[in-house]
């Protein structure tokens, strides 16, 4: 299998980032991280492993990036304003320098959207908010409103709120939507989501199923047994929707 290591200064970030590839043909996949995690954890997991025959015969690329949460929305010695818009810069760097990477790279026209937990978040939120550069989303066991608590899960932008946190929060944003081209560019995505019925982002994926119905927007909801949020869940699945 080819793996290929890239490191360059982020000018959207102003630091190094890193991310790894692997393949060499096929449809492109963006994958991102679990909370606070790095660009190997993907190939760590065992999940490369798992799709290994796959990215082998040329039918997967994987473009494996690193994340910046411990600097944004994980960021606690920083006000909740700060964090947003260093996620921003975030979503900036992926747009503007990975996916054009990934175009350097590869020609092939199909871009996926893919995350485990706080990855399947990033996943479908650029996604939902740039449709036009993606063609699907895989987002396996996601939490789509960060400023809402769940369970043991705290609100990671505390009490504030404001624009930005609303339009990186689908399930806020979602069900007010109605630029005719944007939901035009959202129903030619295809929507894949799973969540464990024991897990306690179950509510948060099935409200964000009734805002893309709300829509129009087609998608697939699939509920697995028990709580469904660990590595050997996810080696599971994607197998079965990537």
């Given at each position: 299998?080819?793996?290929?290591?890239?490191?360059?200064?982020?000018?959207?970030?102003?630091?190094?980032?890193?991310?790894?590839?692997?393949?060499?043909?096929?449809?492109?996949?963006?994958?991102?991280?679990?909370r606070r995690g790095r660009?190997?954890?993907?190939?760590?997991?065992?999940?490369?492993?798992?799709?290994?025959?796959?990215?082998?015969?040329?039918?997967?690329?994987?473009y494996c990036v690193d994340?910046?949460?411990?600097?944004?929305?994980?960021?606690?010695?920083?006000?909740?304003?700060?964090?947003?818009?260093?996620?921003?810069?975030?979503?900036?760097?992926?747009?503007?320098?990975?996916?054009?990477?990934?175009?350097?790279?590869?020609?092939?026209?199909?871009?996926?959207?893919?995350?485990?937990?706080?990855?399947?978040?990033?996943?479908?939120?650029?996604?939902?908010?740039?449709?036009?550069?993606?063609?699907?989303?895989?987002?396996?066991?996601?939490?789509?409103?960060?400023?809402?608590?769940?369970?043991?899960?705290?609100?990671?932008?505390?009490?504030?709120?404001?624009?930005?946190?609303?339009?990186?929060?689908?399930?806020?944003f979602l069900p007010n939507?109605?630029?005719?081209?944007?939901?035009?560019?959202?129903?030619?995505?295809?929507?894949?989501?799973?969540?464990?019925?024991?897990?306690?982002?179950?509510?948060?994926?099935?409200?964000?199923?009734?805002?893309?119905?709300?829509?129009?927007?087609?998608?697939?909801?699939?509920?697995?047994?028990?709580?469904?949020?660990?590595?050997?869940?996810?080696?599971?699945?994607?197998?079965?929707?990537?």
């Amino acid at each position: 299998m080819q793996r290929t290591y890239h490191k360059w200064f982020s000018p959207h970030l102003d630091r190094d980032m890193e991310l790894l590839v692997f393949g060499h043909a096929g449809t492109r996949v963006l994958v991102f991280p679990t909370r606070r995690g790095r660009f190997y954890e993907y190939e760590d997991f065992g999940l490369v492993q798992t799709l290994a025959e796959k990215i082998e015969k040329g039918w997967l690329q994987l473009y494996c990036v690193d994340s910046i949460d411990r600097e944004s929305i994980y960021n606690r010695h920083i006000h909740p304003y700060h964090r947003i818009r260093r996620h921003e810069q975030y979503e900036a760097y992926i747009l503007n320098e990975v996916i054009p990477l990934s175009q350097q790279l590869n020609p092939h026209p199909f871009l996926i959207s893919h995350g485990c937990s706080l990855g399947a978040y990033h996943a479908m939120n650029i996604a939902l908010r740039h449709p036009q550069q993606f063609g699907k989303v895989v987002a396996l066991s996601g939490r789509y409103a960060l400023s809402e608590p769940i369970a043991e899960f705290r609100s990671l932008f505390d009490d504030y709120y404001d624009e930005d946190i609303y339009y990186n929060s689908p399930n806020h944003f979602l069900p007010n939507l109605s630029d005719p081209d944007l939901l035009d560019q959202l129903r030619k995505l295809e929507f894949v989501m799973t969540i464990g019925n024991e897990d306690p982002f179950l509510d948060s994926n099935v409200q964000l199923c009734e805002g893309l119905r709300a829509k129009g927007i087609p998608h697939e909801l699939h509920i697995w047994q028990g709580r469904a949020h660990q590595v050997e869940d996810w080696k599971k699945m994607v197998e079965i929707y990537l």
